[in-house]
């Protein structure tokens, strides 16, 4: 049953969920099942996988719930087949608690003191009778706690409005009817204007529950924890609902003003109410998802951007009062030497600091100068410029400098593991380190910091936190083992993503590395203490072991494919080392000739690829930007510019680019493509190099309006990108315009709702989620 609704709703066959289930209930898992068990699932990847994992426990939680309440109806007697009917066919949580709620145990109400005083034949007598005098009807029925005609029609009311509540069918179909149908208005708190003013695009707002993106929802919730905004939920007109209810109980509410007030109340007091929290619960379930993959999607291309390489770097920590913290490390990342320079305000120390960082580099060959982009990061930007000349005119060779984003680096520096790496050294002085770092590999720097400090999410602490912490945790999971880590270097954190890796092995790993030296062979793993057969199965194919006995260790081919290799190596009459990278032999193999019983040919389909590039690192080519000279704080842009920027963020409604100012700027949806773009993502990434034409700018409020299209005029209306189908959208993004020449990689995206609207409009909403 499980395998069956998940291959459904995932488009795939049961055979290959069946599968994928099995191998997960067996602990593989989800990057080695992804890489290395092709033929048994079909070839699902990381996202399927762990898409059916989630929806796996959700069937199998809502089937223990259905046991469970089953089990409870029939104590009480009350179990009907047809009820037992309609709750094996539940699909929902929601769905299945809806007809639970009449046998659940509850607090004691008016409608159950009035049962209990014998009112509910009253209340079938007026549905049956709406013409009688509901008075008349109700005299005989006055009995302690009920001593008068209206304090009976009263109880009798509550009995009924208590049968709406109770309706499983009818509560469904309100709240499916006010969800597909209402509407979301908000309005500014009297007083609150000057205090939440980047919230006035929603002072005077409405938008249908159904057509709200999810970042204007956090917005708007946002704004109301604030106590800035007040919500208001309109499900729309009272009466539409009412003739639901009346309907739905046969009801002659026409004929009886009593029955039409006791479905007036139903719908207010109660099932309005519940309608209500429902949308509440929906809108930001929903919200929460779509911040949930746009923090996933930006995270992966930030843990995925280009290598510097291992090249001897100086990572430089901007700061004007307390000075520039710098840090030399070596091309394995190991410091060679810290120091403060104070070339900024007040102490203005600037040729001293040149001449003191020139003669680190000087001293340690330093090939890259990474500079942080926080405060001072454009002053500190032009004294690596001013080293750099200063090395070359005394015939050395000219570092780069780079600025890097230092985001999450102050959480690293003060963070156990920092202090454990750096026992000695200045909690200050760690920043630099790691913004050094992070050039020269972002992967195996950043894995070290929470994901959710190194700022590239909307609305992060707005959303569920443990959801949140489960999708990074998996990005960076699949991250890792998709470029793979080097044994002999990686460190604890690094490991401890690594599949079937856990914090105790990864430790005992580097603990046998520092006591033996460097691992010559994969094999070398299973002397590792309490690294077992499993462990070693899930994780080796994600390790590399460069220069060791077996030139395949240094691949992603796994040890349990060697075999494979080694049919290939005899049918072509080479050694393993001359096939390797031999890309004319490999081109020429047939993979069904070397699949058997136990590697069919996807699998040797990868064992082929991978033997023509081995460890073949799937993120790109190094490219660093170059602010504009000149153009250095918020005042200096004018619209009309043309300049370089990078991606530092990318949101469901744009992207925001820093461009050298200490603020970034954003290029709405809307202006990223002549035609209609869906998803932001498709177009830009985290980290990507971009060239983009300043539309606005807006000093006060430190909002800069930006646009990928740069033939776009300051100040003249664009035509509104047209709606192209998929194919044809994406032959304009490779054939047409300044667009196509955004370096983006080709990925599969999720596509997401489109916000449209004006650059100003769009800047103040994007205010809100910086």
């Not at 994406?730 to 609207?757: D, F, I, L, T």
Request: glycine share 8%; proline share 4%; with cysteine.
């Amino acid at each position: 049953m499980i395998a069956t609704t998940i291959a459904r709703e995932l488009g795939v066959r049961q055979s290959q969920i069946e599968a994928a289930l099995a191998l997960l209930a067996e602990g593989n898992t989800v990057p080695f099942i992804a890489r290395y068990r092709k033929e048994a699932t079909g070839g699902l990847d990381d996202t399927q996988l762990r898409t059916l994992e989630e929806r796996a426990t959700y069937l199998r939680e809502l089937a223990e719930r259905k046991d469970t309440i089953l089990t409870a109806i029939e104590e009480q007697g009350k179990l009907t087949e047809t009820l037992r009917a309609q709750i094996l066919g539940c699909e929902t949580k929601a769905r299945l608690e809806d007809l639970y709620l009449p046998f659940r145990k509850r607090r004691r109400t008016k409608a159950d003191a009035a049962r209990e005083a014998g009112l509910e034949p009253l209340v079938d007598a007026l549905i049956a009778s709406p013409s009688a005098q509901s008075s008349t009807l109700a005299a005989g029925y006055c009995t302690e706690g009920f001593v008068d005609v209206s304090e009976v029609l009263d109880g009798a009311r509550d009995i009924l409005i208590d049968r709406f509540t109770l309706d499983a069918d009818l509560v469904g179909a309100i709240r499916e009817r006010v969800f597909n149908t209402g509407t979301l208005g908000a309005g500014v708190i009297a007083g609150k204007e000057s205090e939440g003013a980047k919230f006035k695009d929603y002072f005077t707002f409405s938008e249908p529950f159904s057509k709200l993106p999810g970042h204007r929802i956090l917005a708007l919730l946002r704004g109301e924890s604030e106590g800035v905004l007040r919500l208001n939920l309109d499900a729309g007109e009272d009466y539409v609902y009412e003739t639901m209810i009346a309907e739905s109980f046969e009801l002659e509410t026409h004929s009886s003003s009593w029955l039409a007030d006791a479905v007036h109340r139903g719908w207010r007091t109660k099932l309005a109410v519940s309608s209500g929290r429902d949308v509440r619960t929906r809108l930001k379930e929903r919200a929460e998802s779509g911040a949930l993959g746009v923090f996933g999607t930006n995270l992966r291309d930030v843990l995925l951007a280009a290598p510097a390489g291992q090249k001897a770097t100086l990572g430089l920590d901007p700061g004007f009062r307390n000075g520039v913290k710098c840090a030399v490390v070596d091309a394995t990342g190991k410091v060679l030497a810290t120091t403060v320079v104070y070339p900024h305000q007040p102490q203005n120390r600037w040729n001293q600091a040149r001449q003191e960082l020139a003669s680190l580099c000087a001293t340690h060959g330093v090939e890259l100068m990474a500079v942080g982009n926080g405060t001072a990061s454009r002053e500190t930007e032009k004294l690596s410029q001013e080293i750099a000349d200063l090395i070359v005119s005394a015939g050395g060779t000219r570092p780069v400098p780079v600025v890097v984003s230092e985001s999450g680096a102050s959480v690293y520096s003060a963070s156990a593991l920092a202090a454990a790496e750096f026992p000695t050294m200045d909690v200050s002085l760690r920043g630099a380190v790691s913004i050094a770092r992070r050039l020269q590999d972002p992967l195996a720097e950043l894995v070290k910091i929470d994901p959710k400090a190194i700022g590239v999410g909307q609305y992060q602490h707005d959303v569920n936190q443990p959801a949140l912490a489960r999708t990074l945790d998996a990005v960076v999971e699949s991250a890792v083992n998709a470029v793979g880590v080097d044994l002999s270097t990686a460190s604890v954190p690094l490991l401890e993503r690594v599949a079937g890796i856990t914090s105790t092995l990864a430790k005992n790993i580097v603990a046998y590395r520092d006591a033996n030296g460097a691992f010559s062979s994969r094999k070398g793993l299973l002397k590792v203490p309490r690294l077992g057969a499993k462990a070693y199965q899930q994780c080796a194919g994600f390790l590399r072991v460069s220069g060791g006995t077996d030139p395949l260790d240094a691949s992603a081919v796994h040890p349990e494919s060697y075999p494979v290799v080694r049919r290939i190596a005899e049918a072509t009459g080479l050694g393993i080392a001359e096939l390797i990278g031999n890309t004319r032999v490999l081109t020429s193999l047939r993979p069904q000739d070397f699949s058997d019983e136990n590697f069919g040919v996807p699998t040797v389909v990868d064992i082929i690829a991978e033997l023509d590039k081995p460890g073949r690192d799937p993120r790109p080519e190094f490219k660093t930007a170059t602010f504009r000279e000149g153009v250095e704080k918020l005042s200096d842009l004018a619209p009309g510019m043309i300049l370089e920027g990078v991606v530092t963020n990318v949101a469901a409604f744009g992207a925001f680019v820093d461009v050298g100012v200490h603020q970034d700027g954003l290029v709405h949806v809307s202006a990223m493509s002549t035609t209609f773009v869906s998803d932001p993502h498709a177009i830009v990434s985290s980290g990507q190099v971009v060239k983009v034409k300043v539309m606005e700018v807006d000093i006060e409020r430190k909002r800069i309006g930006l646009s990928l299209r740069l033939d776009d005029e300051p100040g003249v209306p664009a035509k509104k990108p047209q709606r192209e189908n998929r194919d044809n959208s994406r032959h304009s993004r490779r054939k047409g315009g300044e667009v196509a020449k955004v370096n983006k990689p080709n990925k599969s995206r999720k596509q997401s709702s489109h916000n449209s609207g004006s650059m100003a409009d769009a800047l103040n909403r994007a205010g809100l989620g910086r």
